[in-house]
């Protein structure tokens, strides 16, 4: 079972560099002291609810078994004997998994909420290692397959224990349908399900079951694997936030459940809030798009403009979610449609900052024509030189039955645009009623990279790896740190910058990619006091790039061909280990090497998947 396998694996995972002690470096007998974690901190604090929970129900009450209730028709335990096996396993999983599942549908949703977890990142003290964002997948993955999917069918299909096991026979009863509490319509007379002699049940248990197995073993299933991932992005999440939906009507309906009323509903009004918010108010923004390089026809670099940025600007690798807006005459391609989320670049220029802000590295599939980001293929966005874009302004001005259309554009781009030759004027056709030059922008939203710059003083060595299009965040690392010594002085000379003591570690199988990632990078601001560790994994001939010298001498980094070997190169930080953060941004085939050999090691480690 690797699939049972991997997920057993996430909550250890979450607390391999927890608060607590942590086993570390190549001798697994010395326990060393590590931070403390938001991961470490969550479980804590999780473990403690499902601990009252249960324990309200077991050992509170004395008489009622239910202290917070009252409900005394309650058995304080169930009774237990040896013609009793299956009614005795059956009762005791409902005590427990019924308080449970009160606490794992509240883990559920809070983890999957946008403001108020991005506000805790920004707002926490740096003692404390968040990475927020990514805990909160890892968790929600973890809950939802083990906590809700695992129990909630087990505790559907357990009714069915007292006949398999005990040889009990099964009653259902036809009390009929009462509309008149329409949220729980099949009318109950009897009190307990497992009675002397025979297990009763109505029609609503059957429902139950059928849609803890339709919802757990077919929707959630269906809205992650990669073929309906590969179909489209937006119909998978819409299968998955459909799924979640029905498992929490499905708990909080029931008479029976009154605890899910007064412990589950308050936190779903929080989170209904909270996407409401985000969705049309928290650091919403309409994204100027400047220019897109098309470096193949799956693989495209957006440059842009993002204006009313927070209060607490830009952080290092920030996430933002992007929406294809509606063109003017007909919908975009495919509907409906739901913000993909991207990892971002920074560009820190105060002289070309005014013209592009934020960048993008976008992939998809060219093969797939219900990608998301298709569009890009059919936009012709270049640079242009002044001359060129005073013609084109001037050719929109006798474009009147098209001057409403893009007047706003023109407008914008007089006032904006310097004369300089940057990525800051944008080449569009008067005549084309398809092209667009906006885009819905969520964020920034604070990845899992934000640690470079909010905890600066936390580590000494940085090591940053990336794979295919998740290498964006490089350039706003290096700017980061060069922003950061700047503002505190930390360094004398340049031999004492922490540049010197950071590895980028870059692997793509595409020519393209591996060429717009030496021309981005060389143009970091001081990229030259790093070590560059490039490897090329595709099949064409890359002749030209490998063996070439480094940046530091010709302005080209050397590109080794195949695989690198990830284990080899943070061997060298063992010794360095509580000094050392490791960040990446790559496909599962790369993150997991990574972690394999970040845990080995005992290392700190940041990771988004692409």
Request: proline share 4%.
């Amino acid at each position: 079972m690797p699939c049972a396998l991997t997920s057993l694996r996430t909550i250890t995972n979450c607390f391999k560099p927890c608060a607590a002690l942590q086993i570390m470096g190549s001798n697994r007998n010395n326990w060393i002291p590590r931070r403390l974690t938001y991961s470490g901190l969550f479980w804590m604090v999780s473990i403690a609810c499902f601990t009252l929970a249960v324990g309200d129900r077991l050992w509170v009450s004395e008489t009622q078994g239910d202290s917070l209730l009252r409900r005394s028709s309650r058995d304080k335990y169930p009774e237990c004997n040896k013609n009793r096996v299956g009614g005795c396993i059956t009762e005791w999983f409902w005590i427990i998994t019924a308080r449970t599942l009160i606490v794992s549908l509240n883990i559920a949703f809070f983890t999957v909420m946008w403001m108020i977890p991005n506000f805790i990142e920004e707002a926490a003290p740096s003692f404390i290692d968040m990475d927020v964002r990514h805990s909160n997948w890892e968790i929600h993955k973890f809950t939802g397959i083990w906590l809700n999917g695992v129990v909630t069918v087990l505790h559907c299909v357990l009714l069915l224990a007292p006949s398999i096991i005990d040889g009990t026979p099964l009653n259902m009863l036809r009390d009929g349908i009462s509309f008149k509490e329409w949220w729980d319509p099949w009318v109950r007379t009897f009190v307990d399900y497992i009675e002397d002699g025979q297990v009763v049940f109505s029609a609503d248990e059957v429902f139950r079951l059928c849609l803890s197995i339709f919802v757990f073993c077919f929707l959630m299933p269906l809205s992650r694997c990669d073929w309906m991932m590969y179909k489209s992005y937006s119909v998978a999440m819409a299968i998955h936030a459909l799924a979640g939906f029905l498992f929490m009507v499905d708990m909080v309906r029931k008479n029976s459940h009154p605890l899910c009323w007064r412990f589950n509903l308050p936190l779903i009004f929080l989170y209904l809030v909270d996407r409401f918010l985000a969705t049309f108010f928290y650091r919403v923004h309409k994204f100027t798009v400047r220019k897109v390089q098309k470096l193949s026809d799956g693989c495209f670099v957006v440059y842009g403009y993002l204006p009313n940025l927070p209060f607490r600007g830009q952080g290092c690798g920030d996430n933002y979610w992007l929406l294809h807006r509606f063109q003017a005459r007909r919908l975009c391609n495919p509907l409906p449609q739901r913000a993909h989320p991207y990892t971002s670049f920074q560009n820190w220029d105060a002289n070309t900052r005014h013209q592009w802000n934020v960048g993008f590295v976008i992939q998809c599939n060219p093969k797939n024509k219900r990608s998301w980001c298709l569009w890009l293929k059919n936009r012709d966005v270049q640079l242009l030189t002044e001359q060129k874009r005073t013609q084109n302004s001037n050719c929109i001005a006798f474009q009147n039955n098209k001057m409403k259309k893009f007047h706003d554009v023109a407008k914008h781009l007089d006032t904006e645009i310097s004369s300089t030759k940057q990525i800051s004027e944008v080449d569009f056709d008067p005549e084309s009623e398809s092209v667009e030059f906006y885009l819905r922008s969520y964020g920034p939203y604070r990845s899992s990279f934000y640690v470079i710059g909010k905890s600066y003083k936390s580590y000494d060595y940085l090591v940053l790896i990336a794979g295919g299009s998740g290498f964006g965040y490089f350039m706003s690392a290096i700017n980061t740190i060069s922003n950061c010594e700047r503002e505190n002085g930390d360094f004398e000379t340049n031999e004492d910058s922490k540049l010197h003591r950071t590895t980028l570690l870059y692997s793509s199988r595409e020519k393209n990619l591996m060429s717009l990632y030496r021309d981005l990078v060389c143009k970091a601001d001081n990229q030259r006091k790093c070590r560059h560790i490039l490897h090329y994994t595709g099949k064409d001939a890359l002749d030209e790039m490998i063996g070439q010298k480094g940046c530091k001498d010709s302005g080209v980094m050397p590109v080794n061909p195949g695989r690198m070997d990830v284990e080899a190169i943070l061997s060298e930080y063992e010794e360095m280990q509580n000094e050392t953060l490791v960040c990446v941004c790559a496909s599962l085939g790369l993150l997991a090497e990574v972690k394999k050999a970040v845990y080995k090691y005992g290392l700190r480690l940041r990771a988004e998947e692409i």
